[in-house]
DNA sequence: CGACCGATCGTCT
DNA sequence: GACGATCGGTCGA
């Protein structure tokens, strides 16, 4: 299981290169399922017009943003999606790490069943909404610490070097202007469950 | 393959 | 009352 240390780091960046290819773990009502992280996306506080939490906006929903790294930020997109967050830096830093995909290691049946898909192609994990439905994460986990054993992030001798990390800008933040064209979507090369278009990924 | 569109609801103004 | 850090289906080239 990675560390307070590892979520804490104030280098946001970072941490979304390095939670690529690490192992979520979710453990819901006895199933448990393990997927490898092969895309994210980073949202970097107050000044990034991405982040829900610009502006130093507090509200009910952006509160969690604002705890020490190590928790997550789990919302509702679209009146439909939940999306995963990690929270990262420190307390009254509200940065986040988004999980945009995963690869499924371990309990595929389970994600199958969960998402409804007839067929176990690369789609059943692919975009955050779909990682969370796989996983079973809603936001009856928002909040949850990562360093206990609901939900947590793990490593195992899977190695990834620089160069198999591109970067691009993040998907669907328009409204953030300027900001829209930060290089903060990092994914692992040719990686089949990577979302978007295909243009997109091929941004750098 | 790309463009478009509808579904759906909590949160904030 | 408006708006999303989305998804999957459909339509047309």
Request: net charge positive; aromatic share 10%.
């Amino acid at each position: 299981m990675l560390t307070q240390a590892f979520y804490t780091n104030k280098n946001t960046i970072d941490v979304a290169k390095n939670l690529l290819g690490k192992i979520l773990v979710t453990k819901m009502e006895g199933l448990v399922t393990k997927a490898r992280i092969v895309e994210t996306e980073a949202y970097c506080g107050i000044t990034d017009k991405a982040c829900h939490a610009y502006n130093n906006k507090r509200t009910k929903r952006t509160e969690i943003m604002f705890a020490n790294g190590g928790v997550c930020y789990i919302y509702l997109c679209y009146g439909m999606h939940y999306l995963f967050n990690v929270v990262t830096n420190t307390i009254n830093n509200p940065h986040a790490v988004l999980v945009r995909a995963v690869e499924p290691l371990e309990g595929l049946e389970i994600m199958q069943k969960r998402t409804g898909k007839k067929e176990n192609d690369f789609t059943i994990t692919k975009g955050p909404g779909n990682v969370t439905k796989a996983l079973g994460i809603t936001n009856n986990q928002n909040g949850y610490s990562l360093l206990q054993n609901t939900i947590y992030i793990e490593e195992d001798d899977f190695i990834l070097s620089s160069k198999q990390i591109i970067n691009t800008p993040r998907i669907g933040v328009h409204y953030a202007k300027e900001d829209a064209l930060l290089l903060y979507r990092f994914f692992i090369k040719n990686n089949l469950f990577v979302s978007g278009k295909k243009i997109d990924n091929f941004a750098n």
